[in-house]
C-alpha cells in the first residue's frame, strides 16, 4: 500500500507541475472568462455612429413628417429609456455584481446617440438626382445615407380587402447594417403611426390590445412549486455531464500519456523490478485519479460562484455534488483503468489513436445525447443508457440533476452495475498491464489484448 | 544461510521459440557471477524471470530464501538491459523515489543520494532534470538507482554496454565495492573480458540452455589448451621449422606469433627450456585460454560450424571499447 502511495505521489506531482497542466487548467477557465468579459467590449468599443441624412419621397404626405418625428432627440431618449427600464425588469433577480455585467452589457448595446436628420422631398422629386449622394464612400463622413421612397398606398388603401403598400430603399454602399436596421425600423414605425393615425385610432390603444405580458411560470413537483427556469434547466444538467466529463478525460488522457512515456522510456521494467505491476498500475490510476479530483474541483468552484453571482444557487441541490463524486470516481475508475491497459500495451501515441476510437465514442455520446435526455430523463432511451456502464454515469449525472429526477432504484441500480464495470475494467487492465508494459515491437491488436487478459 | 538465487530446471518459451531451456543455477551468498553467452542466447529472460517479472512455463525460482522474488523485491537491486529514466524528473528526486520504492526511507538518504552523485561524477547535476544528461551520464544514474538502497542481490543486465572505457572502469569499482559490502552480484554480459575482470565464477547460456559452470580457474585448468606463444627474435628464423622436433607436436602461424604444441606427456615449464634452446625467442608465453576460446569450442562441441563459430566469436568480442576495457 505504501508502495502504491509512492507511486500515485509521483504520478500526480509529475503531472500537476506540469506547464501544460498549469496552462491547460488553470488558464483556460481564466482564459474563458476574459474573454466573455472583453470579447462583446472589444466588439462594442465603436458602435456605428448613425450620423447623416435620410431623404423620403412621400407621395402620400404623412410618412415624412412622421419619421422626422421618429428621429428627434426627444424620441430617441425616451427610446432609451424604455430599454433601459426593460433590462432592469430582467435583472432585478440578479446579484449585484451579475446587475453590473448585465448593465454595462445593456449600456454598450444601446450605442451612441444617433444625429440622423429627414429630409422630405416633394412627390414628384427626381429620384435619380435624389440617389445621386448615395455614390460616395462610406468613409466619406456624414451626407445621404438613404433614400426612401414611400408608396402611394402605403397609408391608404384604395380597397379594404388589398393589402398596404410599402416603400422602395436605397442606401448608401458599405453603410453599416445596424444603422439600415435602425432606418428601417424608424421607416415602420412611422408608417404604422400614419396608418393607425388615418384610421382614427389611438397608437396606444391598440399597443395596449396587442400585448401580453410574460407569463410567470411555475415548475410543480412533489416538494413543491418553484419558478421555472428554462435556462438553468438545461445549463445546470449540462454543466454537470460536462464537469464530469472533463474532469474524467483530463485524468485519463494524463494516464494514458504517462503510461506511454514509462513504456517508450524504458523505466517500466526498472519500476517492476521495485513494485508489481498491479500496484504500479493501481498507483498510476490512483494519482491521475486525483488529478481529475483536482480539476473537478477547481471547475466546480468556478461553476458554483457563477451560479452564485447570478443568484441560481437554489437550482443546486447539495445531494448533486454527492453524486457528481460518485459518478466522477465510477467514470473515471472504468475509463482510467482502460487508458491504462491501452497505455501499456502500446509503443507510441500513434498506436494508441486506433484503440482510442471507442473511448471517445464513449464520451462523444453525452454530448449528442445531453438534450434528447433533458426531454425525456425518464423515457426508454435515458433508461436503457443508464445501465450501460461507463454511458450511464453520463446520463445518470444528466437525469439526476433534470427536473425530473430518477426513481431511487434506478440510480441505485445504475452505480451497482457501474461499479460492476469498474470491477470488470480494472481486471481486465490489470491482465494487459502486467503483459502489455514488457511487450514491445509489433502494434498490439484489440484481439492481442483479449489473449493477453486470457493469459495466466 | 541460503543460497541467493535457486533456479531449478527454468524452461520458457515465446510462441515456438525456446529462449530458456531447463536452466538449473545455483549462486551462493556473496558470490560475484557472471552470466555470459551471445546476444539472444536467454540471459535476459533467464534474469527476468528470476526477477519475477516474467513467469517461466515450468521451473522453480528461489530468491534470498523466497519463493519468488516478489517477496524479496526490496532487497534487491535490479539495473535491467532495457534501462531507462523519468526524463523530466530531477536527478536527486528520481534517485531519492527509486530508493524509496525499494522501501529505504531513511533519514540519511539524501546524503548517501548526493555522496554517490559526488563520486560518479555527477555532483552538479543534482538539480538538473534526467534529460538534460548525456547518455553515459544517464546510465550512471541508473546504475546508482539499481543501488541505491544497499540491495544484499545485485542484478546487473549487460552494464557495461554503452559505457566509455573509464566509465567501465568506474563501473567495477562500484561493482566491487557493493561485493565487498557483502553483496552478491549477478551480471550478464556477451562481452567476455568483462567477465574475466571481475567474476570468481561463470555461467555460460547458449540457445537457452546452461553450456558451463565453474569458477574462473576451474574453466582455466579445465580448457587448458597446453601450449606456448612464440616469436623469434632473428627475423631469418622460421618457427614453422620447429614442427621437425621431436617433442612438438604441432606449429601454427596466428598473426605475428606461433602457437607451439608440445605432446601431451611433455611438461609445459621444460618445453620453456626446450623452446628456447631450439631457437632464439623475443617471447615465449604460457597460453592461458580466455573465455572466448572456451565458449567456442563448447560450442564447437555441439555442432556448430566454421561459420558459426567465427559469427560467435565476433559477438562475444564486442565492441572495441569492451576489448580496451582491461587495459
Sequence with gaps: MKKIMLVAGREFMATVSTKAFIFGVLFTPLLLLAMAVLLPKLMDT?????????????????????????????????????ARRKVAEVTKDLAPAGKAVADQAAESALGGTPELSVVVLAPGADLKAAKAPLMVDAEAGPGRLAVAVVHPDAVQRP????????????????????????????????IIEARVEQSGLQRSEVEGLMTVRAPDSRTVTKKGESRTNEVANVLVPGGFMILLLLS????????????????SNRVMEVLVAAVSPFELMTGKILGQMAVGLLVLFIYAVLGISALAVFAALGALDPWLIVFLLVFYLLAY???????????????????????MMPV?????????????????PNGALATTLSFIPPVGNFVMLLRLSSTAAPPMWQTVLSIAVSALGVWAALWFAAKVFRVGILVSGKPPTFATLLRWARMG | MPDAVVLRSLTKTFGEKVAVRDLDLVVPQGALYGFIGPNGAGKTTSIRMMLSILYPDRGEVEILGRRSAQEAKDRIGYLPEERGLYRRMKVRDLLEYMAALKGCQEAGLR??????????GLGGSAGKRCEELSKGMQQKVQVLAAMIHQPELLVLDEPFSGLDPVNQRLLRELVLEQHRRGATVLFSTHAMSHAEQLCDRIVMVHRGQKVLDDTLQGIRTRFDPHSLWF????????????????WVRSVRRDGPVWEVVPREDIDLSAAFGLLAAAMPPARIELRRPTLEDVFIEIVAGTG???????????????GAGDMEAGS
Design chain 1, 46 to 82: 465603436a458602435p456605428p455612429k448613425l450620423k447623416g441624412e435620410i431623404a423620403v419621397i412621400d407621395p402620400t404626405g404623412r410618412v415624412g413628417v412622421a419619421l422626422g418625428a421618429q428621429f428627434s432627440p426627444e424620441a430617441l431618449a425616451a427610446r432609451r429609456e424604455a
Design chain 1, 159 to 190: 380597397d379594404p380587402s388589398a393589402p398596404f403598400g410599402t416603400y422602395d430603399l436605397y442606401v448608401r454602399g458599405k453603410l453599416d447594417d445596424r444603422v439600415q436596421d435602425e432606418i428601417r425600423r424608424g421607416l415602420r414605425e412611422a
Design chain 1, 248 to 263: 474524467v478525460m483530463t485524468g485519463g488522457q494524463y494516464l494514458l500519456m504517462s503510461t506511454i512515456e514509462e513504456k
Design chain 1, 333 to 355: 475508475l472504468t475509463i482510467g483503468a482502460l487508458m491504462a491497459a491501452i497505455g501499456s500495451a502500446v509503443n507510441d501515441v500513434r498506436e494508441a489513436q486506433s484503440f
Design chain 1, 360 to 376: 471517445m465514442l464513449v464520451t462523444m455520446l453525452p454530448w449528442l445525447l445531453w438534450v434528447p435526455i433533458l426531454r425525456d
Design chain 2, 111 to 120: 546524503r548517501r543520494v548526493d555522496e554517490w552523485l559526488e563520486r560518479v
Design chain 2, 231 to 246: 616469436e623469434p627474435r632473428r627475423p631469418e628464423d622460421d618457427p614453422a621449422a620447429l614442427a621437425s622436433l621431436d
Design chain 2, 304 to 318: 556448430a560450424d566454421e561459420g558459426e563459430q567465427s559469427q560467435l566469436r565476433a559477438a562475444m568480442r564486442g
